[in-house]
């Protein structure tokens, strides 16, 4: 398909209404750049973001689960890189902080040991 600049496209996605994927992506994005944590030097990858968002829904409208694997490691990849993954954020770091944090500070009556016998 010729875009008007004397390109043709590598391979050409047919319009449709956005599928799941895209959407949750689209909200992501939204909250993302809200946030600050997007910006316009970030437009490339999140225009690829897109793009894979699209890919996944076609794939997983035409049952394809071969390219739903592929195309859903690549936008798994692509939303690690622009931090919009948990793990990425840093949700679960809460939990690790204080976990770390009471490693020292331990318990002054520990229960006991693991296979002790109970005492009488």
Same mark, same amino acid.
């Given at each position: 398909?010729? +875009?008007?600049? /004397?390109?043709?496209?590598?391979?050409?996605? =047919? =319009?449709? @209404?956005?599928? +799941?994927? *895209?959407?949750?992506?689209?909200?992501?994005?939204?909250?993302?750049?809200?946030? /600050?944590?997007?910006?316009?030097?970030?437009?490339?990858?999140?225009?690829?973001?897109?793009?894979?968002?699209?890919?996944?829904? $076609?794939?997983?409208?035409?049952?394809?689960?071969?390219?739903? &694997?592929? %195309? /859903? @490691? *690549? $936008?798994? *990849?692509?939303? %690690? @890189?622009?931090? $919009?993954? =948990?793990?990425?954020?840093? &949700?679960? +770091?809460?939990? $690790?902080?204080?976990?770390?944090?009471?490693?020292?500070?331990?318990?002054?009556?520990? /229960?006991? &040991?693991?296979?002790?016998?109970?005492? =009488?």
């Amino acid at each position: 398909m010729n +875009r008007g600049r /004397g390109s043709a496209a590598l391979f050409d996605l =047919p =319009p449709a @209404r956005k599928g +799941r994927v *895209e959407v949750a992506l689209d909200k992501a994005l939204g909250v993302a750049r809200a946030a /600050g944590a997007l910006s316009d030097l970030d437009a490339a990858v999140y225009t690829l973001a897109r793009a894979q968002a699209r890919g996944v829904d $076609l794939a997983e409208a035409d049952r394809n689960t071969w390219a739903l &694997a592929a %195309i /859903g @490691r *690549e $936008l798994r *990849e692509t939303l %690690i @890189r622009m931090r $919009l993954d =948990p793990v990425s954020r840093g &949700a679960n +770091r809460d939990d $690790l902080v204080e976990f770390l944090r009471s490693l020292a500070h331990p318990d002054p009556a520990p /229960g006991p &040991a693991v296979g002790d016998p109970p005492k =009488p």
